[in-house]
T-cell receptor, first 114, second 116 residues
Framework: AQSVSQHNHHVILSEAASLELGCNYS??????LFWYVQYPGQHLQLLLK??????LVKGIKGFEAEFIKSKFSFNLRKPSVQWSDTAEYFC????????????FGSGTRLQVQP | GAVVSQHPSWVICKSGTSVKIECRSL??????MFWYRQFPKQSLMLMAT?????????EQGVEKDKFLINHASLTLSTLTVTSAHPEDSSFYIC????????????FGPGTRLTVL
């Protein structure tokens, strides 16, 4: 079975700081990877996804993620965070034996201070 | 973009009663819908996968007789928590996957259930 690990549980940054959130997945087969964001009181929104091709994926709101197969990692990055990026970020994987359900990491709470 | 709604957004009920939560895909047909549960400050845990016109597939440890799922149409799935108890209090989130949309899921806003 798949598992997804997010090692940063709570990150506090100042505005304009660079962001990198770690994500590691366990499945060794074909895997699809996602980053979702959940703003306070809102539903999950897709930031970006990787299925195949260029391992550097660009998403919305200036976010990007890099798929490194040898490290089983899919870290999320943003060069300069804003106060409005304060939210919960979830890494997820899908594609286990044809299933389309997602396996979520435990989430990282990002707090950006003005 | 694809929109998924849930109703109600929050519900408070007495222990022993049943609660029905609706999940609707508003602008697309969803052959598959998923039900997740999210505990406070924790991640989403998949409860079941619901395919239109067939029985739901439940994850290990999820009681199918307690969490009844019906996916009667391509735009509606319902989750009924039967004989609810305080430990069932949680945030329930559905997602819908369009026909042919490989691993693309759109999430509803969630339903907060509080059982007294």
């Amino acid at each position: 079975a798949q598992s997804v690990s997010q090692h940063n549980h709570h990150v506090i940054l100042s505005e304009a700081a660079s962001l990198e959130l770690g994500c590691n997945y366990s499945y060794g087969g074909t895997v699809n990877l996602f980053w979702y964001v959940q703003y306070p009181g809102q539903h999950l929104q897709l930031l970006l996804k990787y299925f195949s091709g260029d391992p550097l994926v660009k998403g919305i709101k200036g976010f990007e993620a890099e798929f490194i197969k040898s490290k089983f990692s899919f870290n999320l990055r943003k060069p300069s965070v804003q106060w409005s990026d304060t939210a919960e970020y979830f890494c997820a994987s899908g594609g286990d034996t044809g299933r389309r359900a997602l396996t979520f990491g435990s989430g990282t709470r990002l707090q950006v201070q003005p | 973009g694809a929109v998924v709604s849930q109703h109600p957004s929050w519900v408070i009920c007495k222990s022993g009663t049943s609660v029905k939560i609706e999940c609707r895909s508003l602008d697309f047909q969803a052959t598959t819908m998923f039900w997740y549960r999210q505990f406070p400050k924790q991640s989403l845990m998949l409860m079941a996968t619901s395919n239109e016109g067939s029985k739901a597939t439940y994850e290990q440890g999820v009681e199918k007789d307690k969490f009844l799922i019906n996916h009667a149409s391509l735009t509606l799935s319902t989750l009924t928590v039967t004989s609810a108890h305080p430990e069932d209090s949680s945030f329930y989130i559905c997602s819908a996957s369009p026909a042919g949309g490989i691993d693309t899921q759109y999430f509803g806003p969630g339903t907060r259930l509080t059982v007294l």
